[in-house]
């Protein structure tokens, strides 16, 4: 929590520095984010920096209401149309953020039963050609888009025509113009793909926001949103129900239609690559590149349904379409032993299994055994990812599965049951194999439980007091023997 700032602070006093208040340390969990701790910090320490620092005679602090120039100018062009197409990679080498690769979508297919709560797809990808080299537990960054609609009312509400072009123009000539954006480039490419209108806005939007409300009564709630004072009111009508960016504008009409366009780059963000790891291994499949892909969904209190940007867009396509996909590839937090000999433990319950179905389909398709799988679900008709696959490696004797149906039967059963379940087992793969253990998966409850379950493995079968197997797992972390991969 807050490690950088506490050790520069830390560092700072030990150089002699005098500290002219105590660090503020911002929790972005907190219900009004880093924003709770930051805002009364900022006031107290301009306070004293103008106390110690006086300004001069005949300047004044720049006042709130006013605002500051835009960073950028659009110059729009007489002639219209998109010239934004993209074009083919330039020169060898793997494919970047810059420079992604766009890869056609061969299989789209959902993998839980038709009335499951949940939507998962695997989702394959051709990267013929692509000069990409990947490994069990790297991820593949997909640069997502917004969808046709959201493109038309966002253009419908701030009054813009989608198929203007314009030239990016820095204020600044020291300020670089945004390397993701074509030169030139048209209204509809920068808002179908490059401004994030379906994120949840911060405090700031709605500040700079209110500077261009010509409406009193909307300039009134956009300063009340942006204010110290406001912000439980915000969170109750942005962060809670989580509204969007467009959502916002279209409830604030009078304002979103005189907002200039060249302060669109200050008011939204850009849109962020989302990350997946990959669920299959060059070995089995050279050409091809899989990720297993929750759709993700959900209720608010809002009338329409929230659906996250990158995996909505990804299940709507069908390989038929011809649609192109930018990604690249990354290397992952997870990292396999290289000796063939080393025994893996892996505890994937739900998509968490994905990085772990590319190193077992690395190790079949070598002929190497000794996988372990803790693989966790609800039910086995519902979305046991793999099924087929995981009994006929069972049957090669290249894998051995220990499953937890939670829903299957009247008790609950979880991954962690299964760890203590077959503690001897697992004592004997880590305490005199050496085995490596691995967690993938939701970053709730269970990676907790799951370690717990470990560490009274450690406790029971390698006759160690509590403290011990805490240190113990300290150990297997320090060594790479024990690792974690977790998200929320």
């Known amino acids: 929590f807050n490690f950088i700032a506490k050790k520069l602070h830390k560092r700072l006093l030990q150089l002699g520095a005098n500290p002219l208040q105590p660090p503020a340390l911002g929790d972005d969990q907190h219900d009004l984010g880093p924003d709770a701790v930051v805002d009364p910090w900022l006031t107290q320490l301009w306070d004293k920096v103008l106390s110690v620092y006086p300004l001069p005679p ?131 490419h920068l808002v179908e793909r490059y401004l994030d209108i379906r994120c949840v806005p911060r405090r700031s939007f709605f500040q700079l926001l209110s500077y261009f409300s010509p409406d009193e009564q909307e300039r009134e709630k956009l300063q009340e949103f942006s204010s110290a004072a406001g912000q439980e009111e915000l969170y109750t009508y942005c962060n809670r129900p989580r509204r969007t960016t467009m959502e916002v504008l279209a409830d604030f009409p009078h ?157 609950k059963v979880y991954v962690q049951h299964r760890i203590k379940e077959n503690s001897a087992y697992l004592w004997e793969l880590i305490g005199n194999r050496q085995a490596y253990f691995y967690i993938a998966g939701n970053a709730q409850s269970m990676p907790t439980q799951v370690t717990d379950a470990l560490k009274c493995v450690f406790q029971s079968e390698g006759h160690m007091s509590a403290p011990e197997a805490e240190q113990y797992l300290v150990m297997l972390e320090k060594c790479r023997r024990f690792q974690s991969e977790t998200w929320s």
């Open 255 to 411: 304002t979103a239609s005189s907002v200039p366009a060249d302060y669109l780059l200050e008011l939204i963000p850009r849109i962020r690559p989302r990350a997946f790891s990959i669920a299959s291994a060059m070995q089995a499949h050279p050409n091809k590149l899989q990720i297993l892909m929750a759709v993700v969904q959900y209720k608010t209190r809002l009338r329409e349904i929230r659906r996250g940007l990158c995996s909505s867009w990804l299940a709507s396509i069908s390989p038929e379409d011809g649609e192109r996909i930018p990604l690249w590839v990354k290397k992952g937090s997870l990292k396999f032993p290289s000796d063939p000999d080393t025994p893996l433990v892996m505890v994937g319950p739900g998509t968490g299994v994905a990085p772990f179905h590319s190193a077992i389909q690395e190790r079949a398709a070598l002929g190497i055994p000794g996988c372990n799988l803790f693989f966790g679900c609800r039910g086995k008709s519902k979305d046991f990812y793999y099924q087929e696959e995981w009994q006929d490696l069972e049957k090669r004797r290249l894998l051995r599965i220990f499953t937890a149906f939670s829903r299957d039967q009247e008790d």
């Open 58 to 188: 005949g300047l004044g602090l720049i006042s709130d209401l006013l605002v500051l120039p835009p960073k950028f100018s659009l110059r729009f062009l007489d002639k219209q149309g998109d010239p934004c197409n993209p074009t083919a990679r330039e020169g060898g080498g793997a494919p970047t953020e810059l420079q992604p690769h766009r890869a056609p979508l061969v299989t789209n297919r959902r993998v839980t039963a038709p009335k499951h709560f949940q939507d998962v797809r695997l989702i394959e990808f051709d990267i013929t050609g692509s000069d990409i080299q990947y490994a069990p537990g790297d991820v593949v960054m997909v640069q997502p888009r917004n969808p046709p609609r959201d493109v038309r009312e966002f253009c419908s509400v701030l009054r813009l025509d989608a198929d203007s072009v314009f030239v990016l123009e820095p204020r600044d000539a020291d300020t670089p113009v945004p390397p993701y954006l074509p030169q030139p480039c048209s209204v509809q």
